[in-house]
């Protein structure tokens, strides 16, 4: 009986090292919470081996275990980015990171942006501040200072 175990603990032992070569655990005094970790780190190794298994058994490119993390991760949160990006009134510094992790950014974004050629009177500034710019908003084509400056004015996306 010993001898049959030892002779089949080796696929114990290499998964057990595949789940912690990797690992999503973090320090955590909660037990339910290190439970799910160790249900996760599983998970990710069941679905290497799955993706292994289906796509790559007939060519020579091997998948790493980190990026295979990385695909499992971006195929579980692209469908909650795409619909976060549909928000409009996201913050444009969140909105451009999103962006970045779908690849669908456009270089050229900032650059459609309209600019007057020459320098107006702030919008939504007060008449003695008396603050210029050349960048207006995209929607109603105010000028708009640093201060204020958007893609679009505060009238436009609806705030008061």
């Not at 249900?39 to 990710?44: E, K, P, R, T």
């Not at 796509?55 to 020579?60: E, F, Q, T, V, Y």
Request: net charge positive; proline share 3%; with cysteine.
């Amino acid at each position: 009986m010993i001898s049959f175990y030892n002779k089949t603990k080796g696929g114990t032992d290499v998964f057990d090292k595949l789940c912690h070569a990797y690992t999503t655990a973090r320090g955590t005094k909660r037990w339910p919470m290190r439970f799910f970790f160790g249900m996760l780190d599983q998970s990710c190794v069941n679905a290497r081996v799955l993706y292994t298994c289906k796509h790559m058994s007939n060519s020579n490119k091997k998948l790493t275990a980190i990026n295979a993390v990385k695909q499992l991760v971006f195929h579980l949160v692209e469908p909650f980015l795409r619909e976060k990006l549909k928000n409009p009134a996201l913050r444009t510094d969140i909105r451009r990171g999103v962006e970045m992790i779908l690849g669908s950014r456009n270089p050229q974004q900032e650059e459609d942006r309209i600019v007057l050629t020459k320098r107006s009177r702030c919008g939504l500034c007060s008449y003695k501040a008396d603050r210029k710019t050349k960048m207006v908003c995209q929607s109603c084509e105010r000028p708009m200072c640093d201060e204020h400056r958007a893609y679009m004015c505060n009238d436009c996306i609806g705030f008061d």
